[in-house]
């Protein structure tokens, strides 16, 4: 039975899809087998994975909507054991299509449903904003990973979403766990980076990862060439911090 992970921000620019990304492939790495579903109608984990999205029909929209079977809109990669269920221009509209369908909040969990067999883990990556997008993600995950930028309003962000989640879980999906909040675009070298962090941790405790995820040019790049860091620079400090954080993730999930 797979574990189903949301990467959840209404903040864009905090690193949501580099984690979605990278952390799928660290996973896959580990021979976990992994499905990543873009739910982003700007599509950015469908190309940081090498897909020109004009080339492919499939998309999760049709998912969604009920008009397409989730297992043939699923694209392999170049990464083993990853897969991808991409994004389309379409979502953009999916806001709006979903305001009249019936059951509109678990589209997507039972539209997944009959892969939950196959793969050991399920990604979610979240466009950055409280939609029926992200709910639908939110109503099929067991877990949340927050990714949260080193910066000076990034709590007060954060606490808000922590409330939607809490909102989530008690009205549609009681299952719902934070798995973690992963700080991102860390830079030991300015003073802010470390007051953010100490608050996050002393907010958050255990919740928050040990690892952090460094700034990192490699990880920077990578997506241009259409791969994880893991498999363009498996040697850089960002590729090497989300192996950690996959490790992290199993033992989290594994009760360790």
């Given at each position: 039975m797979a574990q189903i992970i949301a990467f959840a921000n209404q903040k864009g620019g905090v690193g949501k899809t580099t984690t979605a990304i990278n952390l799928g492939a660290s996973l896959a790495a580990i021979k976990k087998r992994v499905l990543l579903v873009d739910l982003d109608s700007q599509g950015n984990a469908s190309t940081g994975l090498g897909f020109v999205r004009a080339a492919h029909p499939q998309s999760v929209y049709g998912v969604i909507m009920g008009t397409a079977n989730a297992t043939d809109n699923i694209l392999t990669t170049a990464v083993p054991e990853l897969h991808l269920m991409p994004s389309s221009m379409a979502l953009a509209g999916a806001e709006v299509d979903l305001l009249d369908i019936e059951n509109r909040e678990y589209r997507l969990r039972d539209a997944l449903a009959p892969l939950y067999d196959y793969y050991d883990y399920i990604l979610l990556d979240c466009p950055p904003a409280l939609g029926f997008l992200t709910l639908n993600a939110l109503t099929t995950a067991n877990n949340v990973i927050i990714p949260l930028q080193c910066e000076f309003y990034a709590l007060?962000?954060?606490?808000?979403?922590?409330?939607?989640?809490?909102?989530?879980?008690?009205?549609?999906?009681?299952?719902?766990?934070?798995?973690?909040?992963?700080?991102?675009?860390?830079?030991?070298?300015?003073?802010?980076?470390?007051?953010?962090?100490?608050?996050?941790?002393?907010?958050f405790g255990d919740a928050v990862f040990k690892t952090v995820i460094p700034r990192n040019v490699r990880v920077s790049e990578a997506p241009s060439h259409g791969k994880p860091a893991l498999f363009y620079d498996f040697n850089s400090v960002g590729a090497q911090a989300y192996l950690r954080v996959a490790t992290e993730v199993v033992q989290k999930l594994q009760g360790e």
């Open positions: 007060e962000g954060v606490s808000h979403l922590v409330n939607s989640i809490r909102e989530i879980k008690n009205k549609w999906n009681p299952e719902l766990e934070i798995l973690g909040v992963l700080l991102t675009m860390y830079d030991k070298r300015y003073g802010q980076t470390r007051d953010v962090e100490n608050d996050v941790r002393n907010t």
